[in-house]
């Protein structure tokens, strides 16, 4: 029979991987739920962690007692942050905005930047990183950066489709992970990220010049892509290194 430290090791193999969630409503009921695509479950899962879901609503303290816990984040993505959050604009493109969701998220990003917890930030999740810290935003890219090209791919084709490169900087944490400088990678946003907050430095650039990396410098893994990687597992080994960049640098963070 297996001694009580040998099950608690075992059960300690594999770390805690917290996944911040959004509101929706049932298709069936109507009734509201907390949920979360399945792919960044199963993306957390291949790279070796254990996932839990954190619902929003929330008090900054339980966020906190959640964040100690856990051994890392991911950031998903999801709807548009409201611009009072970095002094934007209302702009008419504005979709799905969930204030408490940008408060929970935006506490969480800030308490693990403080409490140096690994975490990885997608697409809505990698934008909510530079506000958290201080940045700003394009409210819409099309009608903003209208010489920039076509970023909004989630209005039509599959999310597996690749259809433009990020070239990557090769003095980055990003590239040491995917061991590439030119990384082909879906793109599913309509914004876009436009001052960069200070402490943050610019990892993975578009064709059109739009920032779509950033990494926090000094802090054992804070990674953010704008593209969403939880989709490419399959089709790309570089996406999944991602998840299990998280999984190691939180293993080591215990």
Known sequence: ????????????????????????????????????????????????????????????????????????????????????????????????????????????????????????????GFQVLNV?????????????????????????GRRSDVPHTVEVSPDSRLATIVQRETVPVNSLHHQGVRDIAADLTVTAVAPDGLVEGLELVGHPFAVGVQWHPENLIQNDPAMLALFEALTMASQNGR
């Open 1 to 124: 029979m297996p001694s009580a430290s040998s099950l608690s090791s075992s059960k300690q193999a594999h770390p805690l991987i917290g996944l911040t969630t959004y509101r929706k409503y049932s298709r069936d009921t109507n009734r509201p739920l907390f949920g979360l695509m399945r792919a960044y479950v199963t993306a957390v899962v291949a790279g070796g962690g254990i996932p839990l879901l954190i619902p929003l609503g929330l008090s900054d303290e339980d966020l906190l007692a959640i964040v100690e816990r856990v051994d890392g984040l991911v950031l998903p993505g999801g709807g548009d942050i409201d611009p009072d959050f970095y002094r934007g604009n209302r702009h008419d493109a504005l979709r799905g905005i969930d204030a408490d969701r940008d408060r929970v998220e935006i506490t969480v990003v800030q308490q693990a930047t403080k409490l140096n917890k690994p975490f990885l930030a997608i697409c809505r």
């Open 132 to 156: 958290a810290l201080g940045g700003t935003m394009w409210e819409d890219l099309a009608s903003q950066r209208p010489e920039g090209i076509k970023h909004d791919y989630y209005l039509n």
